[in-house]
């Protein structure tokens, strides 16, 4: 079948423009004369199947990819949610380029079978990066990492997870903004938004997308910017991806980075009050000093003993304990995990290995909210705490005014914030499993 796959898809390259799928595929001319579309022979068994093929065409059956690719399970890719591994596609398209995106799009059109586009598999919701009785368009061999001579720019393909573009990067002394664990895909954090260590100097991974080289649904192959396609690159900066096209390459503004100080610290709950007066302070006074993030967390963990607060103070300088986190140095922790580091060593120390169910919510940034979410959270979670394998947690991050300053660079983006919403925190509760059986 994949043989199949691979003969249609060629077929396609030679250039059949094909808008009805039941009416004008020249079936019969390729079974007669396979040479003609560039197979020098026929084997019985794609025979057969191409007559299959045909009939389902013929009697209007073909809605669905049945016939592209047999492949028995999911399990052959990665995919880090409950609700990406919960649904099994038809197949699994490995792509290695843009026209071969191109292409499988053309097939998905002439087929009338749907696709779905995998980078990281880390979509939060139902048929992010995974579809029953469709396509999986499989990025993960489009994994360049290429800095510019002049340093001002990295190449990187949507295959890679954010732990190989830092893997890359931080022996030249380089960086960008993008996400803060390795496995997370560079595809789902920089179309959605990004959250990093660097977004109080330069916002969010989206916000520092130069240009994106993307595949529209009629299969052409542009390039994005602030000057070709301005419109599509306004879009695409926060507003999702295959819902405009599907981004090959993303070329990211880079700039000069060394090591940094941060980490993870954990704490008893009973310091719940001060850790949340802390955290937002932080959002406020963040604008002080743009080398600053801060994450709060609550998680409920049975080597801790129960319920624990996680904080993550990350300094994009190698300064230990720098004064923009003097009142929260000042909170007794239990347990200690900062010191100097580089950013891949930071992402690995905070990668997730179970499987993960999120929902967001964002909200003006004030403690005695904060301090009411994390009593609702210990109580509805308390709930649910005899599941087996399970992990609730909890998260607040900043969306300091400094963050949203630079965001309204290139343009802005899509998310519509401004200054005049005041700062905000993200908030972010999870559910994560060890595993799914
Ligand atoms: C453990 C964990 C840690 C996280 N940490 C952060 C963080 O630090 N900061 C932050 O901002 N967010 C973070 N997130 C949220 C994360 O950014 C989103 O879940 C994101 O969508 C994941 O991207 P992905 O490529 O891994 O997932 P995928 O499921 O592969 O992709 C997400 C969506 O984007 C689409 N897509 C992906 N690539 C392309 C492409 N090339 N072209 C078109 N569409 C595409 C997919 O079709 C899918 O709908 C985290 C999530 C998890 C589970
Ligand atoms: C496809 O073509 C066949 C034969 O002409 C016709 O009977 C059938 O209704 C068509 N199906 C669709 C979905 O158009
Ligand atoms: C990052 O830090 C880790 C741990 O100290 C080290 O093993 C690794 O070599 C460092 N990588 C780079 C590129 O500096
Ligand atoms: C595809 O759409 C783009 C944007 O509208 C257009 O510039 C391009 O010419 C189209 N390509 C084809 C092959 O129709
Ligand atoms: C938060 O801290 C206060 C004061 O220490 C304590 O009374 C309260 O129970 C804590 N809340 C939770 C959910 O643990
Ligand atoms: C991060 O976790 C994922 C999921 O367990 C794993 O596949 C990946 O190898 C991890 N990455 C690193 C760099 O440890």
């Known amino acids: ?158 295959g890679n997870t954010w732990y190989d573009v830092y893997k890359k990067l931080d022996p030249l002394g380089a960086s960008v903004v993008g996400g803060r664990e390795a496995g997370v895909g560079v595809g789902g954090l920089a179309l959605g938004g990004g959250i990093s260590y660097f977004s109080g100097r330069y916002g969010w991974a989206c916000d520092n997308v130069l240009n994106y ?65 802390a955290f937002s302070n932080f959002v406020v006074d963040a604008p002080t000093d743009d080398f600053a993030h801060l994450y709060l967390a609550f998680v409920y963990a049975s080597e801790l003993g129960g319920f624990a607060a996680n904080t993550g103070p990350v300094y994009g300088l190698p300064v230990a304990n720098p004064p923009i986190f003097a009142e929260l140095e000042k909170i007794p922790y239990v347990e200690d995990a900062t010191g100097f580091s580089n950013l891949t060593s930071l992402t690995v120390a905070l990668n997730q290995t179970a499987f993960l169910s999120f929902k967001t919510v964002t909200f003006n940034n004030d403690a005695t909210l904060i301090k009411e979410v994390i009593e609702i959270f210990v109580e509805e979670a308390s709930a649910v705490l005899d599941v087996p394998g399970i992990i609730p947690a909890f998260a607040f991050q900043p969306i300091s005014l400094n963050i949203i300053d630079k965001m309204t660079k290139n343009g802005g983006n899509v998310l519509g914030l401004s200054s005049s919403s005041g700062p905000l925190t993200s908030n972010l509760p999870i559910v994560a499993r060890l595993s799914l059986s």
């Open 213 to 277: 080289e993307v595949v529209l649904a009629n299969s052409s192959i542009v390039n994005a910017s602030p000057t070709k396609y301005s419109d599509l690159y306004w879009a695409l900066r926060g507003g999702s991806g295959t819902n405009f096209g599907v981004i090959s390459r993303f070329d990211l503004a880079t700039f000069e980075q060394g090591l940094l100080w941060g980490g993870s610290r954990f704490y008893s709950m009973d310091k719940n009050i001060s850790l949340s007066e």
């Open 1 to 158: 079948m994949l043989l199949f796959l691979m003969a249609f898809l060629a077929l396609l390259d030679i250039g059949f423009a094909l808008p009805n799928p039941n009416s004008s595929f020249p079936f019969e001319d390729l079974l007669s004369s396979p040479e003609r579309f560039g197979f020098p022979t026929w084997g019985q068994s794609l025979n057969v199947q191409a007559e299959n093929l045909r009939d389902d065409v013929e009697s209007g059956e073909l809605n669905n990819c049945q016939f592209a690719v047999e492949f028995p399970t999911n399990a052959f890719v990665t995919l880090l949610t409950f609700k990406q591994a919960e649904l099994t596609p038809t197949c699994r398209i490995d792509v290695s380029s843009a026209q071969d995106i191109s292409t499988t799009i053309k097939v998905s059109k002439l087929t009338q079978c749907p696709f779905v586009v995998k980078s990281g598999g880390h979509a939060a919701f139902a048929g992010g990066s995974s579809i029953q009785n469709g396509m999986l368009i499989n990025m993960a061999r489009l994994n360049m990492v290429s800095l510019s001579d002049d340093r001002k720019i990295t190449k990187v393909g949507p």
